[in-house]
């Protein structure tokens, strides 16, 4: 069984950045491909982006390609994703996740809130 634990989100102006870190505990994080995903109020949850589990292959929503960065520490056993230029759409909990095989993500964290004010 997998943990995941999100961290870093917070309050942030328009045109800032911040980096959202997830660590992961109870597997062997280097077999898993890892994502992030987000869910704004009253809205159901969308991917964001993912990185495979042995090349390091990412993959963005168009949303926030060219703005967010997803990157692996298999030592650290944690998983980053690097937010700049944010936008008050970026609002939304950021929830980090796991899987083995990429059909379905199998472990989710509890999600950390990020804030974007105009």
């Known amino acids: 069984q997998v943990q995941l634990v999100e961290s870093g989100g917070g309050l942030v102006q328009a045109g800032g950045s911040l980096r959202l870190s997830c660590a992961a505990s109870?597997?062997?994080?280097?077999?898993?491909?890892m994502g992030w995903f987000r869910q704004a109020p009253g809205k159901e949850r969308e991917f964001v982006a993912r990185?495979?589990?042995?090349?390091?292959?990412?993959g963005y929503a168009d949303s926030v390609k060219g703005r967010f960065t997803i990157s692996r520490d298999n030592a650290k056993n944690t998983v980053y994703l690097q937010m700049n230029s944010l936008k008050p759409e970026d609002t939304a909990v950021y929830y980090c996740?796991?899987?083995?095989?990429?059909?379905?993500?199998?472990?989710w964290g509890q999600g950390t809130q990020v804030t974007v004010s105009s």
């Open positions: 990185i495979s589990s042995r090349l390091s292959i990412t």
């Open positions: 996740a796991a899987t083995p095989t990429i059909t379905r993500w199998n472990y």
């Open positions: 109870g597997g062997t994080f280097s077999s898993y491909h």
